[in-house]
């Protein structure tokens, strides 16, 4: 019975010390885990704000890729080289236009537009071309019918002073009358505002500078393009254009200018004012593949050194019919005359018959020639040879 008792008392001894000895070991296997635990949890956090910082700069790349400060930003151009050849005298080579436009949308209501122009290639001084800022203007919309725009833009007047892309006009050289008369390109500095009253009215109305003319009394030479210009006597536009028939568009538009000569600073001896009216008036219309264009413009001023030299008056006028065989080809022809000189009696005006083709690689890319044949004033044959885009 004491064995028994004593057996009884070693196993019970041995189960209690194992029974420890596990206990023990079990704490430790807990800790261990209750520590790993924790370091999973970190690892989690962390990957948890990896992952969500991964997250805020994919949206915000998205952000700016699709609605950021870049995205209303918009860039475009056009450029045209030209090919001249004409009788008694030399023919030419020349990149005559590589424009940039730079615009931005503030808002839906607010924007930003520009045009930035290197003409010839290449200026400086001994060179032939120059650089100009032709359009930098901000435009705010005041309500559905009307806006206003402030800075430097282009005249209201004429077809192609403000749409003068070469895809959209045919003959590689801009016509004389509008270049010699309006005079396109012609920009200005100041404050205008558009106001439709009716679908298809257009209103146009605009205070800027002024053209400063020499004592050649040359409208062409008259523009200061806001280059230091001289606003002592300011020019006043308005436009008015009618479009609601389908094919139809009919604008005319009169400035009227205080003093052309701007005290007359480019003369030699002092002159009186000389105050100065421009009328010009133009209708397009199409029909189908058939496009007629006719557009007529007049200058009065008011002095006896313009009416001295003829110059009280010049004026111009042309029509140009057109035709579009496809989406590829188009040509026309066009009769033109101006005159600088048209207050004099002598005959002083310069006759143009200009045919020629235009050939489109894509919509916005073309190929031009033509034939002009000049007469009255002026007495030459010859060709010019084109090729422009815009984007």
Known sequence: MMKKTLLASALIGLFASNAAIANEETDKLRQVIAEQQKVLESLERRLDETDQKLNATADQVEVKAEGGMFANTSIGGYGELHYNNYEDSDAKIDFHRFVLFFGHEFSDTVRFFSEFELEHSIAGEGKSGEVELEQAYVEVDINEATSSKVGLFLIPVG???????????????????????????????????????????????????????????????????????????????????????????????????????????????????????????????????????????????????????????????????????????????????????????????????????????????????????LGGAADSTGFNLGFGYQF
């Not at 606003?231 to 009169?254: C, V």
């Not at 005959?347 to 894509?362: K, L, P, W």
């Open 159 to 373: 077809i192609i002073n403000e749409t003068h892309e070469p895809p959209t006009f045919y003959g590689v050289e801009r016509n004389g009358v509008e270049k010699n008369i309006i005079p396109a390109t012609w920009w200005e500095a100041g404050v205008a505002v558009n106001f439709k009253p009716a679908p298809g009215l257009s209103i146009d109305g605009a205070a800027t500078s002024g053209l400063e003319v020499g004592d050649d009394f040359k409208i062409r030479s008259g523009r200061q393009k806001v280059a230091k210009a001289n606003a002592e006597n300011l020019a006043y536009t308005g436009r008015i254009k009618y479009t609601a028939i389908t094919g139809l568009e009919l604008a005319a538009t009169l400035q009227y200018q205080t003093d052309i000569t701007q005290g007359g600073s480019n003369f030699e001896a002092p002159i009186d004012t000389a105050d100065a009216t421009l009328l010009e008036a133009h209708a397009i219309y199409q029909v189908n593949n058939f496009t007629v264009r006719a557009l007529y413009a007049r200058w009065d001023i008011n002095g006896d050194e313009a009416k001295a030299l003829g110059r009280d008056e010049q004026t111009g006028w042309y029509v140009e019919p057109s035709y579009k065989f496809s989406e590829k080809v188009g040509v026309f022809a066009r009769y033109s005359e101006y005159d600088n000189n048209a207050g004099n009696s002598d005959s002083t005006a310069v006759e143009s018959t200009s045919v020629g083709v235009n050939y489109y690689i894509h919509e916005n890319v073309v190929l031009k020639a033509d034939y002009e044949d």
